[in-house]
């Protein structure tokens, strides 16, 4: 292992492009659409650089066209499993060996081609697969996931160069060893990105990787594997094993060799990988590190200076944005009595000119829900308001699947500021309103703080800075990432580092130093000079 640094590293974030009609981008991705629509991929399990074919098989839909299925999966099994927990620690040996500018040299290669040549492939995948507008899979599969790979590159040189202290007669140097054994990441369905950044962040800090992808995403997740294998990852730094979750999961977090959980996706499955090692804890060589980003039940607090139409406009899209499906997204808004008439009429505004459907029209603005078991969770949240005396919908609240998991953005009013849909996350459109009096202001942040046992994002909107003192001064532990004056999604690598505490995760915030520092295990040198 060596860790001398030999270049300076700078970062810019990726620009984020239009894709006007006609533009070359647009083409290129309306391309890569009807290429994928007309084909149809074998996903198969891959360890140590080999394709497996286990014959068991699942299916890759798209949630907006949901008779259509664009590829299968196999899923790897407990023989599988094993196997490539295996590979993982024979490619360890070199792999850590490696001089880390050679690592970093695969994922900004990576990066390069995920921003020209792969942009297109990765984006269209992300809106087949996940139902993503162009929008939304732009920021997700080719601005975030370059942005990850090259911040992580500047963050591990800035890592590396943090030295002791020494002497005259005393030379101290820090060596940032990789963790012993091998990292399990397990990703959601949401975000293409996050699935590159589980796996990458572990990999190019000198760990290898079992990956477990969302059963939901396996269609872009494994071009993010291929997007890997393309710029020269060696085989076994990454082993992808889809398949089901529990018998997965079950066999490899009781393996000795266990050295960290890479995790983002739901509070309950967190809080069961926890109990998982918990109850192994004696059996493993090392302690593994547990890294998870979690649930988030995400607030907007409205005081009576806040300006209408930004209110509107960081509501529509805080909530609605890839059909509220972000662990950010705005699901619960106290709104000042006083400005409470002007907003509502604003929005409603806004959400009438939503248009739901096929991201394959490039004019809508939301598209599918990613399947038919959180239609339903959804539909059953809605249907909840629909029928109770506390709660009234605004707007919204029809749901259909009978072509694609469709669900219109819902706007609920509730008199209740504990209603279900305030505190629990539903991961879908839905928003939830109540409306306090403008006096109460300071109990309403109380309120708010009380109310749910997330802590991830949250916003505030006011012109009166007093208010927005009080805000930031009481919601201290209720988000990891607080905007002020701006919606509560949308944060970007190396400018908001991501992630939230409480039932939210353990806040290691992806995509900077502090997540890849988790992956490290130091060794301090001290060398006697006299
Ligand atoms: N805080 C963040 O940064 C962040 C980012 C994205 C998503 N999320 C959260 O993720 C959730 C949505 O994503 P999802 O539906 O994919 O979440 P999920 O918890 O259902 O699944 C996440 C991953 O865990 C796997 N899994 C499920 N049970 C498992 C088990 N017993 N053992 C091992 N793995 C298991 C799934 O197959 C998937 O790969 C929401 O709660 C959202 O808030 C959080
Ligand atoms: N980082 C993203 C959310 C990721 C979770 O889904 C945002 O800030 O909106």
């Not at 850590?96 to 050679?102: F, Q, T």
């Not at 706007?411 to 403008?438: A, C, Q, R, S, W």
Request: proline residues 4%.
């Amino acid at each position: 292992m060596n860790n001398n640094i030999s270049k300076e590293l700078n970062f810019k974030n990726e620009k984020v492009l239009k894709y006007l009609p006609g533009s070359p981008e647009r083409v290129k991705l309306e391309n890569e659409l009807s290429h994928i629509k007309s084909s149809f991929i074998d996903i198969p399990v891959i360890i140590g650089g080999k394709e497996i074919r286990t014959g068991n098989k699942g299916q890759c839909i798209i949630p907006h066209d949901n008779k259509k299925i664009i590829g299968e999966y196999h899923k790897a099994g407990k023989e599988e499993v094993e196997m490539a927990i295996r590979e993982a620690l024979k490619a360890k040996i070199n792999w850590e060996k490696l001089h880390w500018e050679s690592r970093v040299a695969i994922f900004l290669k990576a990066a390069e081609l995920a921003s020209g040549p792969w942009r297109a492939k990765l984006n269209a995948a992300t809106m087949l697969s996940q139902s993503k507008t162009f929008k939304q899979a732009e920021i997700d599969s080719a601005c975030e996931l370059v942005d990850f790979m090259r911040y992580n590159a500047v963050c591990l040189h800035q890592i590396y160069s943090e030295q002791p202290i020494s002497t005259k007669s005393v030379w101290n140097r820090m060596e940032y060893r990789p963790l012993e054994g091998f990292i399990f990441a397990v990703s959601p369905f949401n975000f293409t990105a996050i699935g590159s950044n589980l796996v990458g962040a572990p990999a190019i800090t000198g760990n290898t990787v079992v990956w477990k992808p969302a059963s939901n995403a396996v269609y872009s997740s494994y071009m993010i594997y291929k997007l890997f294998q393309e710029a020269g990852l060696p085989d076994g730094v990454i082993n992808f094993i889809p398949g089901n979750p529990k018998d997965i999961g079950d066999t490899v977090m009781v393996n000795e060799n266990l050295s960290g959980i890479h995790f983002t996706g739901s509070t309950k499955v967190f809080q069961s990988m926890w109990t998982t090692i918990g109850n192994n804890i004696s059996n493993y060589k090392t302690f593994p590190r547990i890294v998870g980003e979690t649930g988030g039940k995400n607030y907007v607090i409205v005081h009576d200076s806040a300006n209408v139409e930004a209110v509107s406009r960081g509501l529509l899209e805080g909530a609605f944005e890839y059909q509220g499906q972000k662990c950010s997204a705005a699901s619960r808004a106290y709104i000042a009595r006083s400005l409470w008439p002007s907003i509502k009429e604003n929005l409603l505004e806004k959400v009438n000119n939503v248009k739901v459907g096929s991201v394959e029209d490039f004019t809508n603005f939301m598209g599918a829900v990613i399947d038919k078991k959180s239609f339903d969770t959804v539909k059953e949240y809605i249907e909840f308001a629909q029928h109770s005396t506390e709660a009234e919908i605004l707007f919204g609240g029809k749901c259909d699947d009978s072509v694609g998991y469709f669900v219109e953005p819902t706007v609920i009013v509730t008199n209740n500021p504990h209603f279900k849909t305030m505190e629990e996350e539903i991961f879908g459109p839905v928003l939830t309103v109540y409306i306090y009096d403008d006096e109460d202001y300071l109990d309403t942040l109380k309120l708010c703080n009380n109310t749910s046992k997330y802590g991830l994002t949250g916003s505030i909107y006011a012109k009166d800075r007093y208010a927005i003192a009080e805000c930031e001064k009481e919601l201290v532990h209720t988000a990891g990432n607080f905007y002020i004056n701006d919606k509560p999604t949308g944060a970007i690598v190396g400018q908001q580092p991501f992630g939230g505490a409480r039932l939210s995760g353990t806040n290691d915030k992806a995509g900077s130093k502090l997540n890849l520092i988790r992956w490290m295990s130091p060794r301090v040198i001290k060398e006697n000079l006299s």
